[in-house]
């Protein structure tokens, strides 16, 4: 059998040398063109040269057979669970699914000084309270500057190893060497691999470095973590493909100007996705917030219409978050219709619904949107709340401070059924709410929970005449 006939990469075997990356979306391209056919960016192609080298294992010159290992039978696989091991921070042990997975690699990807490094060393020192040797690689700040930050933090970190470097080689040099149980890489951005010739942060860099650190998780079993940054748009710098590589994302969410901060799992091979931890970043470090809806309820204003409070599931927790409307203060012209935490065209989508099944009249009145605290919302279980508070601002008139809501609204206006109702119901009775306005089907057995009264409606025309009268 003609060994050519297996070479995984023939992009390299026809042109060796050069190929042009898109450094906004990874797309790859033979020659230079101006606007990346992909994701329409433009002038973003950059020309990438990748070292061809004997030991780079991924190629099979034309001729030569690869070398096979023997499968395994499915029925000889042993099965086991995942041995994890606790990061000793509860909120990112949720995050990862139930702490450290052995040879898994983790992203933690967020905008530059939300806290990615603070968490790295924070976790590295709980880590090393436990006796677990851990080596964090700095390509970003020195070793006194992590150190400094480490002292700040008031941590001992008895077993944590700094080494400052950028060479990817180096760094597995040492891994070899020390044999830690934890590696940090922070970050990946100014890593290189002497493999490819391109700047460090690249495209192409960046998804080498994953590549090899993976391939090392994955032999030595050795849980990798690394920081990225984000670029202006959300995405993790450098390539989508960074985030296939990888298993586990964790997000650091929202904006600075908060104290608190989100992470959120947006990929996760070992856990559910869309799992987020609450931090509070405070003088000392990130201090994990055991309750976060009592967090993101704090600052609700008293008396103001515009105001509801809906109730979210956000992975496998229940949330209870503050979504806020601004209806009104038209100019001439056509409404400007914005939103934040919320998916602009949903909210546009129940906009349209009130108009044509309510009878609002909104016409050219700007419409404003906005998730309290930060937060993303990205489920349909929220539009009853986000219907509600745009009736409330509308009609000025304010949702009693006792209510909350949830349910997804269809298109004849009609309140369709949400997942996880009961935890739902559940939160909201903890966090003290005497009304609860959710969907007809899911009121089974809501019904008779005692300290909240329930109430079922199965279209928005029911909720409103229950919130407004
Ligand atoms: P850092 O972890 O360096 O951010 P990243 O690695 O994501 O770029 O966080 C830096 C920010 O956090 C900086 O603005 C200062 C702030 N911070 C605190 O508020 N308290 C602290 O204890 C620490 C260490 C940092
Ligand atoms: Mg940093």
């Known amino acids: 059998m003609p060994g050519n006939v297996f070479c995984i990469c023939t992009r390299m075997a026809k042109h060796p040398e050069t190929v042009f990356v898109c450094q906004n979306c990874g797309n790859e391209a033979r020659k230079w063109i101006g606007q990346c056919p992909d994701c329409r960016e433009w002038d973003t192609f950059v020309e990438e040269r990748f070292r061809m080298s004997s030991h780079n294992s991924r190629l099979n010159p034309a001729g030569k057979r690869f070398a096979g290992r023997e499968a395994v039978a499915f029925q000889n696989v042993e099965s086991q669970e995942e041995a994890r091991i606790p990061s000793g921070i509860e909120e990112l042990d949720r995050v990862l699914g139930g702490g450290i997975v052995a040879g898994s690699i983790v992203l933690i990807g967020g905008a530059p000084g939300i806290g990615k490094s603070t968490l790295a060393v924070q976790m590295a020192d709980k880590l090393s309270s436990r006796g677990l040797k851990i080596l964090y690689v700095t390509g970003e700040e020195s070793d006194r500057q992590v150190k400094m930050r480490g002292e700040r933090l008031g941590l001992l970190a008895e077993h944590v190893f700094l080494l400052p470097e950028t060479d990817l080689q180096t760094v597995f040099g040492t891994v070899e060497q020390m044999a830690p149980q934890i590696l940090i890489v922070d970050s990946i951005q100014t890593m290189f691999s002497e493999r490819i010739e391109s700047a460090p942060g690249s495209v192409s860099q960046v998804r080498e470095v ?7 998780a994955k032999q030595t079993g050795v849980p990798v973590f690394v920081t990225g940054h984000v670029t ?3 995405s993790i710098a450098g390539p989508k493909t960074l985030e296939h590589i990888v298993d586990t994302v964790l997000y650091f969410e929202g904006d600075r100007h908060h104290n608190h901060r989100i992470i959120r799992a947006t990929k996760n091979r070992f856990g559910a996705v869309n799992e987020i931890g609450v931090f509070e970043m405070t003088g000392s470090g990130l201090v994990p917030v055991n309750n976060p809806s009592e967090l993101f309820l704090q600052e609700r204003p008293a008396g103001a219409s515009g105001s509801a409070v809906t109730a979210c599931i956000e992975g496998t927790r229940p949330m ?15 409404g400007r219709r914005m939103t934040q935490g919320f998916d602009h065209n949903r909210a546009a989508l129940l906009i349209a619904v009130m108009e044509k099944r309510l009878g609002f009249q909104f016409g050219s009145d700007d419409i404003f949107v906005n998730v309290a605290g930060g937060l993303e919302i990205d489920e349909p279980a929220a539009d009853l709340g986000v219907a509600a508070a745009i009736a409330s601002s509308f009609r000025g008139i304010e949702i009693d401070r006792g209510t909350a809501l949830f349910g997804e609204v269809g298109l004849t206006g009609e309140v369709r059924g949400v997942l996880q109702s009961a935890a739902r119901v559940q939160e909201a009775r903890a966090l003290g709410f005497e009304r609860l306005i959710l969907p007809r089907s899911n009121l089974k057995g809501s019904d008779r929970m005692l300290g909240i009264r329930a109430v079922g409606v199965s279209n928005l025309e029911e909720a409103m005449e229950e919130l407004f009268g």
Request: glycine share 16%; net charge neutral; charged share 15%.
């Open 232 to 234: 202006k748009d959300g």
């Open 210 to 216: 994953a590549a090899q650190l993976m391939m090392l």
């Open 320 to 334: 209870l978050l503050e979504v806020q409307a601004l209806a009104g203060g038209s100019r001439a012209g056509t």
